[in-house]
């Protein structure tokens, strides 16, 4: 599985496929962090009169996959804490990507675990939501994300890409990154931006295409 590509690279190249696989609002914790692998889906709802549990699916997660949390976007109680931080990093867990928001950042920063979500807020999960779903269908934005699909994230976000079209997206984000060094060594070359950007088309990279 190709680990370089960007998820600029990949971004455009699910644009030009109309494969929604952004996921909006959702950045790195700190920079530096990437992340690939396959996804373990967690999904969590609101608790209700019988309560329940933030989860201990940490137990059932090989390592090398990416963790992807859904709370619904929610940012006002964490579903991430110190203690999975250090369990994931102790178990070989890619990384941890989270429609909601994390604490204990500190931590996180200390063990080298990278994290990407919403936003970052003290207030406990515990008594506020549960889990209830793992392994099922996660739907973020208009991206619907199945496990096991690949996710990707850097410094710019984060990006799922459907398992069964990977290697085409990887051809065509390859393909991307082709053309835009070609457009760099053109203007280093003397070239004006307009005139690279034309002689390499770039005005249509990103443009949906119809494929057989």
């Known amino acids: ?60 997660v090989p390592a090398g996959m990416v963790m992807l949390i859904d709370n619904a976007g929610r940012t006002d109680c964490t579903v991430w804490g110190g203690i999975m931080s250090e369990t994931a990093h102790a178990r070989g867990i890619a990384g941890t990507v989270i429609n ?15 994290i990407w979500s919403a936003s970052r ?50 051809d065509i984000a390859q393909h991307v990154d082709r053309t835009e060094q070609a457009i760099v060594e053109a203007v280093r070359g003397g070239a004006t931006l307009a005139e690279a950007r034309a002689a390499h088309g770039y005005h249509s990279l990103q443009s949906q295409k119809e494929r057989s």
């Open 121 to 170: 807020f003290m207030r406990t999960g515990k008594d506020r939501v549960r889990v209830s779903a793992v392994q099922a269908p996660v739907t973020i934005g208009r991206a619907v994300i199945d496990p096991g699909d690949v996710l990707v994230a850097d410094d710019d976000g984060a990006v799922v890409v459907p398992a069964a079209r990977w290697d085409e997206v990887v």
């Open 100 to 114: 909601g928001t994390c604490r204990d950042v500190a931590v996180a920063t200390a063990v080298g675990y990278p």
């Open 1 to 60: 599985m190709r680990t370089d590509l960007s998820t600029a690279s990949i971004s455009d190249a699910l644009d030009s496929l109309g494969i929604p696989g952004q996921l909006h609002g959702i950045g790195a914790l700190g920079r530096g962090q990437r992340a690939v692998g396959p996804v373990f889906t967690v999904t969590y709802e609101p608790v209700g009169e019988t309560g329940g549990t933030v989860g201990d699916f940490l137990d059932d």
